[in-house]
C-alpha cells in the first residue's frame, strides 16, 4: 500500500534528490560521450591506436562484471572454505 501522505510529506527531499540523480547521470554520460568522441577521432587519425585504445575500454568495461562476481561464489561454491553443515544440506537437497 502506498502512503501518498510520506510521499507528499517529503516531496521537496525527493525532488532535490531526484534533480542530483539525474545531473550525475547527464554528467556522467556526457563526459563518456566527449571521451568516446575524442577516442574516436584519434583512432581515425592514428590508426596504430586501434588496438590500444580498444583493450583499454575493453578492461575498463569488464571492472563492474569482475565486481559482480563476487556474488557468484556461494551459488558456485568457489569458496576455500567448505560450505557450512546448514548449507550443504540444502544444497543437496536442491540437487
Known sequence: MIRWDAITGNLPLITQKLVEHVLLT????GIGLVMSFV????????RVLAGPVTGIAGAIYTIPSLALLVFLIPITRLSRK???PSESRLIHRVA
Open 26 to 29: 547527464v554528467t556522467a554520460v
Open 39 to 46: 577516442a574516436v577521432l584519434a583512432i581515425r587519425r592514428w
Open 82 to 84: 567448505p560450505p557450512r
